[in-house]
């Protein structure tokens, strides 16, 4: 394992980076739609956390088919979100408080309202509009009936993953039909790209977070009769697979390196790249983007065996001379707080498990709100503890579990209709955030503004960050504290594992002010029972939850001790 000294390391290898998805973070207009004024008005709960870079999920033009995965136009604003004026007020306003912005980059596909696109379907088959993205005659060829799609492939939201555009051809959607995907063998594409890259970086942006990132790339005509698995198919470990994680794709990465590397500071960029473990340094490599994401921890249940799993596989990426990336939540996954709440399914993976309970409207199995948040106050400490950049999700510091009940008329993701309800859909993790617990919309936008555009429950309100504020054992609180010391204690990118009973995740690593810095996570039993546990001697700096009377650390808790 190398081990790189904070204080050489450029800043991204041990970050905080907080995830704001726009829609649903802050409303400054009152039209229920999070936008970018909004993100600048509430800087000061972002420094007040103490993060060290916001994530942005795209807040570009889109019809919103995929919460604006779907991108129109990758170098403007949604006027909806704002201006391009506005998002320099907000880069500025982040930088006066010392955080660094990262944007999104949907390179996989655009939408199908994009220019490209439309000028792809008023163009004849053959056309170099079309040679930007993946058409194909039908099985039956060009003057067949369009009955068959060229391939059975399968689109991860559900149903074909090809669309017949009337003529005879078909195009190629990974995702939602509204996401066409492109062809990146076409050198106006990478051109394309390249110019989006700089647009952002020169205007002032610290880094980039790379959607679908080990896609891009296929070899899609020696592979039309290859039958493939409807389920996320990218855990192949040697790169034969047609669609996800092919070998070419390499170069276009390490051109995008080069050009994050003519900024001062080098641009910072992170894969979303769901490969084979073994296969993540391509991506995290710093000849390539230099980050990539681990979503074992993310996938893991609460559950000892599963957890230590998890960090292993994240910290193979020091192996590589990467950095290790961690993360419990994000825009596409049920909260943690949901999550850790529910029964394990011997049948299912937690996160799975936990898709199919908001698919039965949060009804059965019975969720343990409380042991689902002092569970997610113990994962905050463990994985902020882990060697790398920890990736927080907006509403993780106000403990905020799943809204499992959205009524089927009010939900937006492709997945809830693509899937003919046998997946509701990520809905349930991207309502808009309480502010306060009262007012028309909870503080996300002005009071007697237009309604969220989705509805926030009534249980939001003690939730909501000024309740938060006001009570010091708040999961706010505990956020901010966790957040100040971990950057008193940050040494060494190393970690040791020690000898704990079972049930228990010990290791140590070397805290920058000197002393080892001990992480000692109680995971306890499924049902969240279990014995109370010693802690190593020396100063104890912070836990998830109270000590019991013998000063021992409970059950689903975690602590951090400096020994000398
Ligand atoms: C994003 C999703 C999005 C998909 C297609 C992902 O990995 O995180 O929210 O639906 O890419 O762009």
Redesign the pocket.
Known sequence: MTSTSPQAAPWWRQAVVYQVYPRSFADADGDGLGDLRGVTSRVPHLAELGVDAVWLSPFYPSALS??G?DVDDHRDVDPRLGTLADFDEMTEALHAAGIRVVVDI?P??TSDRHPWFREALASPRGSAARGRYVFRDGRDGPAGPMSEPPSSWKSLFGGSAWEPVGDGQWYLHA?AKE?PDLEWSDREVREDFLTTLRFWADRGVDGFRV??AHGLVRDVDSNLHVELPSTHTALFDDGSHPLWDRDDLMEVYREWRQLFDTYDPPRAAVA?ASVHPSRRWRYSDPSSLGQAFTFDLFEAGWDAAQLRRGVELGLEQLDVGASCTWTLA???CVRAASRYGLPPDPELSSHVAAKAWVTRDGAAPVLDRALGLRRARAGLMLELALPGSTYLYQGEELGLHEVADLPAPVLQDPIAFRSEGAEKGRDGCRVPLPWTPDGSSFGFGPDGGRDPHLPQPAWFAGAAVSVQEADPGSTLHLHRAALERRRGLLGPEELAWEEGPDGVLHWSRPAGRGGRWHCVVNVGGADGSGASVPLPAGELVLTSGPLDDAGHLPPSTTAWVVSG
């Open positions: 995929d919460g995965y949907v996989n596909h995702f996401q959607d679908v979303e994000n825009h596409d």
